[in-house]
Each structure stands twice: as C-alpha cells, then as structure tokens.
C-alpha cells in the first residue's frame, strides 16, 4: 500500500479556500453594486465565510496534538471577530465580512461542540471500538456497526442549510437585540449566539442525521463486499468496484463504494453507535486488502482514509 503525498490534503484545504475566496469577492462586488443586504450577496457571503470556517476545521484536523486546544482557541477568536465586526459600521464591504465572519464561527463552534460531546460519551462509559468477526461461512471477516445511509452530497446539502439557517438566525438576533438596546457587551451577543443559536441549531441537525442510525454489518470475503442491513444485502464483487473508500477513527468514519450503476455511503462516524461501542471503523485487515489488489484495484493511504480506485488499462 502506497501513502497519499503529504501535500495532498493541503491542495483540499488549498481548493476550499478558494471556492470560500471566490464567493467572498462576488458578495463584495454584489455588495459595491448594490446593498450588502440584498439577498445574493448576502447567500454568498454566507456560503464564503461557511467555506473559511470549513477550511479552518480541516486545518485543526490535520495535526496530531494540541488539536482540541487549538480548536477552542480559533472557535474563540472567531466569535469574537464576528461579535466585533457585526457592531461595526464599516459600509457594505465591513457589512459583507461580518456576514462571512457569522457562519464561520458558528460552523467552528458547532464542530467544537461535535469534539466535546464526542469526548464526554467516551469518557463517561467503558467504551470498545468495534472489532471484525470470523465470517466462517464466506471465508472472510465482518464488523457489525450503526450507520446512516446518507450520500455525502445530501449531507453537504443539510450542513449548507443549517449554516445558512444558523447564519440567518444570529443576524436576526443581532438585530433584534439591537433595536432592544441589548448589545451593550460582547458576552451577551456571545451568549446569544452560543446558547440561542448554535446550540438549537447543532443540535437539530445531529438529531436529524444520527435519528437515521441503523445496525449494519460490513463484510469482506474472498471476492465480494457485502452489507447486510434493514432493507437485505447489496453485494459489491471486488472485480465490479470502480472505487472504495474507508475512513477509520471517529466523527468521520464512513465507507463509500462505488461500482458500475450503483454506489452505497455508510455514515459510521455520524451515527448514534450501540452501547458499549464507538462510533468508529476498524483497520482492514492485510488479507481484505490483498483481495481487493488482486482484483485490480489500487489503494493509497491519507492520513485515515484507504482509497482503493480501479487500476485503468
């Protein structure tokens, strides 16, 4: 197994912040042309500034210590850059920023509060991750898990939504408290955004993707994958998959297939997990991966995630 070049995730982060760049300057020239809120610079200053926080998260992400501490830090500075420039009078192009700058706290925010939540279930019960069984009957070896069934597009699509509703929402707020003659102190704005708007909001969204949790089981065997769930088993043979992805560790775990007409993503990572487990995926194991190679397919390794791509004549 080949490992990712380093550089690789830095040229993700790299695109992220462009597209963010690209959206934060059409809101700017939106905003000179007109008012900044009008509802298309407004939509696009939102969807920037939920780009910046997006890439800031997988900047944390990226190292190996002090990411927990970090991430409070940025969360943070965040808030309190939005808290300062939306009591700001700077004009439209100031107005523009301190649109971005909401989402992106709110999406650095509600990514912290995920870490916490996450670490306050693992250390407040014995925990196991889950671990592959004997798969005697097809010569292999499964994992038994919760996830959701959910294709990335649609989750990226709801986590738009609820940064969009989020953003939206504080703007309101602010507005409302403005009128009120409330915003005299930036704990109260912070304690606004926080408890009256992230929260609800994190909080409906991990509702309403974890709420779609079901038991699975994932198994490799000599030539096949199968995954056994509510509605039966899809069976991928190795030598019809295009590409497979899986992602180990938590919050992120997830495995992708895609093969000629049909494609299947199992949100682990995202998933309420059964008691006594984590939300997690185990290691493939050399055998699966030597499987899966000899039926043409290549695997390489970033950080977590083992891609396996379907080697072209």
């Given at each position: 197994m080949t490992d990712a070049p380093a550089d690789h995730r830095a040229r993700s982060l790299v695109w992220v912040l462009a597209g963010a760049g690209i959206l934060l300057v059409l809101a700017l020239v939106l905003a000179g042309a007109g008012s900044a809120t009008d509802f298309a610079p407004f939509l696009a200053a939102l969807l920037g500034g939920w780009g910046v926080g997006i890439a800031g998260v997988r900047a944390i992400a990226l190292l190996r210590r002090g990411a927990?501490?970090?991430?409070?830090?940025?969360?943070?500075?965040?808030?309190?850059?939005?808290?300062?420039?939306?009591?700001?009078?700077?004009?439209?192009?100031?107005?523009?920023?301190?649109?971005?700058?909401?989402?992106?706290?709110?999406?650095?925010?509600?990514?912290?509060?995920?870490?916490?939540?996450?670490?306050?279930?693992?250390?407040?019960?014995?925990?196991?991750?889950?671990?592959?069984?004997?798969?005697?009957?097809?010569?292999?070896?499964?994992?038994?898990?919760?996830?959701?069934?959910?294709?990335?597009?649609?989750?990226?699509?709801?986590?738009?939504?609820?940064?969009?509703?989020?953003?939206?929402?504080?703007?309101?707020?602010?507005?409302?408290?403005?009128?009120?003659?409330?915003?005299?102190?930036?704990?109260?704005?912070?304690?606004?955004?926080?408890?009256?708007?992230?929260?609800?909001?994190?909080?409906?969204?991990?509702?309403?993707v974890r709420g779609r949790a079901v038991g699975h089981a994932i198994g490799f065997g000599r030539s096949e994958l199968r995954i056994d769930g509510p509605g039966g088993t899809e069976r991928f043979p190795y030598g019809d998959i295009d590409e497979l992805r899986w992602r180990e560790g938590t919050e992120y775990a997830r495995l992708e297939v895609r093969s000629a007409g049909h494609r299947r993503t199992l949100l682990v990572g995202q998933a309420r997990p059964a008691p006594g487990r984590t939300a997690e995926l185990p290691s493939l194991s050399r055998r699966t991966v030597q499987h899966l190679e000899a039926a043409g397919l290549t695997p390489s390794r970033g950080g977590a995630v083992t891609i396996f791509r379907r080697r072209q004549p």
């Open positions: 927990l501490l970090l991430h409070v830090l940025v969360a943070a500075a965040a808030i309190a850059l939005a808290v300062v420039l939306a009591r700001a009078d700077a004009g439209p192009f100031g107005a523009v920023i301190a649109f971005a700058a909401l989402p992106a706290a709110a999406w650095l925010t509600l990514t912290l509060l995920g870490r916490l939540l996450s670490l306050v279930r693992t250390t407040g019960e014995e925990r196991h991750a889950p671990a592959w069984e004997a798969d005697d009957e097809r010569d292999g070896a499964l994992v038994r898990v919760r996830a959701v069934r959910l294709h990335l597009a649609t989750l990226i699509v709801l986590l738009i939504a609820a940064t969009t509703v989020a953003g939206a929402a504080t703007i309101l707020l602010m507005i409302w408290l403005d009128r009120l003659d409330l915003l005299r102190g930036a704990r109260v704005v912070i304690l606004a955004v926080g408890l009256v708007v992230v929260l609800p909001v994190f909080l409906g969204f991990r509702a309403l």
